[in-house]
């Protein structure tokens, strides 16, 4: 049963520290999304990546966030520095191309506290 | 206007009974629409896709009304695992919005 993972699945942290997270898509999969998910503004789209390329990511604030592919099968999104209005559940989705591009399937999430 | 709008909810609706809720678009060239779902505390997973002649999978019925600029979706002889969170998603040119979901608590 493949499945998108992430890690860490909850992180606490200070404001002014960095914070990490990890995707691992679904393998075969060419496009990684990246979503921030809270009460007040629901889930919005970050960026998101095909065939390990950058395709979006005006929903991303670059002056302290930043989405990479290294490789195929891992994606990281980093926060440097965390301030607390970055708390929030993180989720990775992944999908393949063709005609079932368009479902995603979502990693657990990564729940992050910025105190 | 958001581009995508749903009614929060929630909608509490006794087991059993026909609910039916609402996503409306704002803009129509919005080519390919999804509904999913949430769990509490859970990752949001596709429910279903929505096709313009409509679709029904078991006790679910999904619609598009491009006139109007909505998709619905109808659940029939609700369970109590039916409670959750249901998310309407909408492309557009590779972009993906999704709207703010509706709560549905099917009451025992």
């Known amino acids: 049963d493949a499945r998108v993972t992430q890690t860490p699945r909850d992180k606490v942290t200070e404001m002014g520290q960095e914070v990490t997270m990890r995707c691992q898509p679904i393998l075969g999969h060419n496009t990684v999304f990246w979503y921030r998910q809270t009460m007040m503004q629901g889930l919005e789209l970050l960026a998101y990546?095909?065939?390990?390329?950058?395709?979006?990511d005006s929903g991303m604030p670059k002056d302290r966030f930043s989405a990479e592919m290294p490789d195929a099968t891992l994606a990281t999104l980093k926060i440097q520095p965390s301030e607390p209005r970055d708390s929030a559940v993180y989720f990775c989705a992944s999908s393949a191309s063709g005609r079932e591009r368009e479902t995603q399937y979502f990693g657990p999430g990564t729940r992050l506290l910025v105190l | 206007r958001k581009e995508v709008e749903q009614d929060p909810g929630p909608f509490n609706v006794p087991e059993g009974a026909t609910v039916a809720f609402n996503c409306t678009y704002s803009n129509s060239a919005s080519q390919s629409f999804f509904w999913y779902r949430q769990d509490c505390r859970k990752e949001p997973k596709l429910l279903m896709s929505?096709?313009?002649s409509g679709n029904e999978d078991g006790r679910f019925t999904a619609q598009l009304n491009r006139a109007s600029q909505y998709i619905s979706l109808l659940i029939r002889d609700s369970k109590l695992s039916d409670s959750a969170t249901y998310l309407c998603?909408?492309?557009?040119?590779?972009?993906?919005?999704f709207g703010k979901g509706t709560r549905l608590h099917i009451l025992p």
């Open positions: 990546f095909r065939n390990r390329a950058p395709l979006d």
């Open positions: 998603v909408v492309l557009r040119d590779d972009k993906i919005i």
């Open positions: 929505v096709y313009s």
